[in-house]
């Protein structure tokens, strides 16, 4: 399980970036990858966190 935290108390979303935006396909990219993913609001932000699948899954 991977883990990454913020400061922000806003939760992450996943949204289309076009083929010009810099940025906007973590989700995207974790959502296609990851088995399972989530986030949660802390008192001082928020963690999201993924889990990949093993070779045995």
């Known amino acids: ?9 806003q939760l ?3 949204r289309r970036a076009r083929e010009t935006d810099e940025g ?7 959502n296609r990858l990851a088995r399972r993913w989530g986030a949660t609001r802390l008192s001082t932000g928020k963690v999201v966190w993924f889990e990949m699948a093993t070779r045995s899954q």
């Open 1 to 9: 399980r991977c883990e990454v935290g913020d400061d922000s108390p």
């Open 12 to 14: 992450p979303r996943q």
């Open 24 to 30: 906007g396909r973590g989700l995207f990219l974790v």
